[in-house]
Nanobody, 125 residues
Framework: QVQLVESGGGLVQAGGSLRLSCAAS????????MGWYRQAPDKQRELVAT???????NYADSVKGRFTISRDNAKNTVYLQMNSLKPEDTAVYYC???????????????????WGQGMQVTVSS
């Protein structure tokens, strides 16, 4: 199986920065898309940013120009650099890995999607 472990969340003042990390573990062969989503209180989970294995990125309009997603394929790790943070960025942030190819015993399997446990990011005004 594939597990995602997130780190880097916390409390920051408006205008500040945070860097989130998410490492995928397991006998991974490849991960097609990695990304970050967030869920604020009383709101639905929303996409923040995604990045493909070859480095193509996609961002929510609300974070364009402020957030940068990157990944290290050798480490199966995705990062989210968040600058110029706003109180409206406050949410639980979740890492996602989509279309993961991994070994299970002698077999190769495909996992359609895995989620991290989520971590709180709070931006104070």
């Amino acid at each position: 199986q594939v597990q995602l472990v997130e780190s880097g969340g916390g409390l920051v003042q408006a205008g500040g920065s945070l860097r989130l990390s998410c490492a995928a573990s397991g006998r991974i062969v490849s991960i097609d898309v990695m990304g970050w989503y967030r869920q604020a209180p009383d709101k639905q989970r929303e996409l923040v940013a995604t990045i493909t294995r070859d480095g193509s990125t996609n961002y929510a309009d609300s974070v364009k120009g402020r957030f940068t997603i990157s990944r290290d394929n050798a480490k199966n790790t995705v990062y989210l650099q968040m600058n110029s943070l706003k109180p409206e960025d406050t949410a639980v942030y979740y890492c996602n890995a989509a279309s993961v190819i991994y070994y299970s015993g002698p077999s190769i399997r495909r996992d359609s999607g895995s989620w991290g446990q989520g971590m709180q990011v709070t931006v104070s005004s």
